[in-house]
C-alpha cells in the first residue's frame, strides 16, 4: 500500500518560515519524481516543485528564490523548505510521486500565512 505523509504545515507570518515534510511508503522511492503542489481556495491545484530521481528540480516562478525542494533516498522523503513566506502562498500543500502512467498524492497539510 503506498502512503504519503505530509507534515509540517501551520500557520507563519508573512517573512516566516516553514519546512513540509513527506515521508513514502510502498514505493521504491528513489526512482520516482517527487513533487509539491498546493490549492488555495477557489484556484486549480499548482505545481511548486518537482525533484527527479536524479536531483534535477524545477521551481513555479513564484516561488523560484524562496522555496528549496531536497530529498533523502535513505529516509524515503521529500522536502520544502519555505522562507520569506507571503499571504499568497496560503494554500493546501500536497505530496506527489510519480512514474510514468502511476501517480501518488499525500492527504495534504494547511500552510497558512497571515500578520
Not at 536524479?54 to 529516509?75: E, L, P, Q
Amino acid at each position: 500500500q503506498v502512503q504519503l505523509v505530509e507534515s509540517g504545515g501551520g500557520v507563519v507570518q508573512p517573512g516566516g518560515s516553514l519546512r513540509l515534510s513527506c515521508a513514502a511508503s510502498g514505493i521504491t522511492f528513489s526512482i520516482y519524481v517527487m513533487g509539491w503542489y498546493r490549492q488555495a481556495p477557489g484556484k486549480q491545484r499548482e505545481l511548486v516543485a518537482i525533484i527527479s530521481s536524479g536531483a534535477s528540480i524545477n521551481y513555479a516562478d513564484s516561488v523560484k528564490g524562496r522555496f528549496t525542494i531536497s530529498r533523502d533516498n535513505d529516509k524515503k522523503t521529500v522536502y520544502l523548505q519555505m522562507n520569506s513566506l507571503k499571504p499568497e502562498d496560503t494554500a493546501v500543500y500536497y505530496c506527489n510521486a510519480k512514474l510514468a502512467g502511476l501517480a501518488y498524492w499525500g492527504q495534504g497539510t494547511q500552510v497558512t500565512v497571515s500578520p
